[in-house]
T-cell receptor, first 111, second 116 residues
Framework: DAEITQSPRHKITETGRQVTLACHQT?????MFWYRQDLGHGLRLIHY???????NKGEVSDGYSVSRSNTEDLPLTLESAASSQTSVYFC??????????FGQGTRLTVV | AQKVTQAQTEISVVEKEDVTLDCVYE???????LFWYKQPPSGELVFLIR??????QNEISGRYSWNFQKSTSSFNFTITASQVVDSAVYFC?????????????FGKGTKLSVIP
């Protein structure tokens, strides 16, 4: 069965460190997304990609970057982790006429 | 710009009661998708329904039903005879289809607690 997986599931890092969260999907979807979930804010879009070599900023992109070198993967990088980036991160992929499929989430704590 | 408003932050009901979760959206696009997702305490996001803006028929799936009204820009979700397993955070989301957009804009969610 096709799936979308995130790793790690939990991560604790120190302020100022670079962190990369992995997202891998086997749906063969062109469209991939990163969201963060915070209490009182719901899910907010960080970055998205509509295909290989395509990346776009979302609503809360400051301090984050993504790259898309193949269809399956969209890693999210925190260039210099800050306490404000403590959150739960969700990756999603979507076909042209489908719902969005979400990974299990990554809980990131920046100390 | 698009926006989704879920005015109910938290709702508590007693088991077997009916409950309606409200969702109001804003978009300039005439063509769009609306979605509902469920997030149980385990944390994953579970897809419930997708509705195209051209299709205003209400939908029923077991104890779940959805009322889509374009005139009021609302896409409300009703759970009939609620059960403890319905306790979760529910998100409404919007995808305007203009300019080839595939991103979903989410509301802030409604936390539903079903008390036995």
């Amino acid at each position: 069965d096709a799936e979308i997986t995130q790793s790690p599931r939990h991560k604790i890092t120190e302020t100022g460190r670079q962190v990369t969260l992995a997202c891998h999907q086997t749906w063969n979807h062109n469209n991939m997304f990163w969201y963060r979930q915070d209490l009182g804010h719901g899910l907010r879009l960080i970055h998205y990609s509509y295909g290989v070599q395509d990346t776009n900023k979302g609503e809360v992109s400051d301090g984050y970057s993504v790259s898309r070198s193949n269809t399956e993967d969209l890693p999210l990088t925190l260039e210099s982790a800050a306490s404000s980036q403590t959150s739960v991160y969700f990756c999603a992929s979507r076909g042209m006429n489908t719902e969005a499929f979400f990974g299990q989430g990554t809980r990131l704590t920046v100390v | 710009a698009q926006k989704v408003t879920q005015a109910q932050t938290e709702i508590s009901v007693v088991e077997k009661e009916d409950v309606t979760l409200d969702c109001v959206y804003e978009t300039r696009d005439t063509t769009y998708y609306l979605f509902w997702y469920k997030q149980p305490p385990s944390g994953e996001l579970v897809f419930l329904i997708r509705r195209n803006s051209f299709d205003e028929q209400n939908e029923i799936s077991g104890r779940y039903s959805w009322n889509f009204q374009k005139s009021t820009s609302s896409f409300n979700f009703t759970i009939t005879a609620s059960q403890v397993v319905d306790s979760a955070v529910y998100f409404c989301a919007l995808n305007p289809l203009g300019a080839g957009s595939y991103q979903l804009t989410f509301g802030k969610g409604t936390k539903l607690s079903v008390i036995p």
